[in-house]
């Protein structure tokens, strides 16, 4: 039960709302959402997704983009708790998972002057977003249920075993996890055909994990938790690209650094009603500091002018070094590998005013039962998403999109255990959780040329 409470409130290394790897966002702009590959792209939003290239962006001067996504997410747990005490439709729950974050801004400001570019962004980088389970997850229930019907001074008390229909048992969960990055670089263009990137993120942690569990009988308190912790830390991101563009042929490849990040807590509550359950929760005492690095990325794209200056294609492929970011507890060492990533997008330019583009992703993590948990739960998945661009004035451009993720069901099954043994959720008892997401997301976004 220890392991199970302590998991339960973590909602540590929650999978990220929108696109990319287990902790890392990818989609800071609006024309992510409408093409997905932008790897090989010289437009301002290249300032994250191909830095190396925006010295080849056609406009001399200043340049400024204004960008908000709204992602909607559902992360579901089917739970089947095989225990002795709970009839055969008890034993299934549906525990369902609202995570939300309506507004997701992000602002990228150019300066390109002959073979020089500098740049500047700002956006969240990462994290989870807002996650909340209205009526707790198995992780507390059973746990919970299970210790107290095995509680044997308490059905001395009773007179006998104590079973979930003679108490009440509330519980809740809310989180919410965001990584705000500030970018700044230079490139700078070696000849007509080769550039090279050198810059840095400065990323900021923030979080906070709320919520607890109580179980009544009558007036009688059995077991209490409850809990508001709030999380920061910062840290320093080095990055490195190059481009290489010749005819309608671009190759570019970015370098992210892994990214030592500590976060710290600042407790504001922490209430529990035995020792057990203090020793379960120790991560989240005031002061604590726990590892929550960003790994190592690599990507690489190559894109084509189909038609010059008409229509364009892009492949793409990310690596996420996953395995080796430190996680809560060396978590990251249950993972199988890091994460694969695989784009590809085409962009066609209508006429002078309008533009539409359409694109695909699909994300292949390296995971196992081990290192899945019913609030930090990540699930393979492809994305589509489309959208268009209409160049308002000759200086102004809106950029609109909409891409949505469909997930892969994980399955994850605990034997039963002997007695004290850890099965499911803790218990000594078999169980199975499906872990279902869903996502969608909106853009909106203004490139204006100075």
């Not at 707790?136 to 107290?148: E, H, K, N, S, Y």
């Not at 500030?182 to 990323?203: E, K, M, P």
């Not at 997008?345 to 209508?350: A, F, L, P, Q, T």
Request: proline share 3%; aromatic share 12%.
């Amino acid at each position: 039960m220890k392991k199970a409470l302590l998991l339960s409130v973590a909602m540590m290394a929650a999978a990220s709302a929108w696109a990319g790897g287990l902790l890392t966002n990818t989609n800071l702009s609006a024309s992510f959402g409408r093409m997905m590959a932008r790897g090989a792209t010289s437009d301002i939003d290249a300032i994250y997704s191909n830095p190396a290239g925006t010295v080849f962006n056609e406009h001399e001067g200043f340049s400024l983009s204004i960008n908000n996504q709204s992602a909607f997410q559902k992360r579901d747990v089917n739970s089947t708790f095989e225990a002795p005490f709970l009839t055969a439709e008890q034993q299934h729950k549906l525990y369902e998972g609202t995570a939300s974050a309506p507004i997701i801004p992000a602002v990228f400001a150019l300066y390109k002057k002959g073979n020089w570019a500098f740049q500047a962004g700002f956006g969240v980088t990462g994290g989870g977003g807002k996650c909340s389970f209205d009526n707790g997850l198995p992780m507390f229930d059973d746990a919970v249920m299970t210790a107290i019907w095995a509680n044997a001074d308490l059905a001395k008390m009773v007179g006998k075993q104590v079973t979930p229909d003679m108490y009440s048992l509330n519980s809740s969960l809310k989180g919410k996890q965001f990584i705000f990055g500030g970018q700044f670089g230079a490139t700078y263009r070696i000849n007509n055909h080769f550039s090279a990137h050198a810059g840095a993120r400065i990323n900021y942690f923030t979080g906070n994990y709320s919520g607890g569990v109580s179980a009544i009988m009558g007036s009688t308190p059995l077991a209490s938790v409850a809990l508001d912790c709030n999380q920061t830390g910062w840290g320093i991101t080095p990055i490195i690209g190059v481009n290489y563009k010749v005819a309608g042929l671009t190759l570019a490849a970015k370098y992210e650094f892994k990214t030592n990040l500590n976060i710290e807590n600042d407790t504001k509550t922490f209430e529990v009603s035995s020792a057990a359950f203090e020793a379960a929760l120790a991560d989240y005492k005031h002061g604590v500091n726990t590892p929550n690095d960003l790994p190592a990325i690599l990507y690489v794209a190559a894109g084509y002018e189909i038609l010059p200056e008409k229509l364009r294609a892009t492949v793409e492929y990310h690596y996420y070094d996953d395995k080796h970011a430190g996680m809560a507890h060396d978590k990251q060492q249950y993972l199988t590998r890091g994460t694969n990533e695989y784009l590809a997008g085409v962009e066609w330019d209508i006429n002078k005013m309008f533009t539409v583009s359409a694109g695909g992703q699909i994300t292949d993590y390296g995971l196992s039962d081990e290192f899945q948990s019913q609030t930090a739960f990540s699930c393979d998945s492809y994305s589509i998403g489309f959208g268009g661009a209409v160049n308002l004035t000759s200086k102004l451009r809106l950029n609109l999109s909409y891409f949505w993720t469909t997930y892969s069901d994980y399955t994850k099954k605990s034997a039963a255990q002997a007695a004290g043994g850890t099965g499911y959720c803790g218990t000594p008892f078999a169980g199975t959780d499906v872990y279902s997401r869903s996502n969608k997301v909106f853009g909106i976004g203004v490139d204006y040329k100075f």
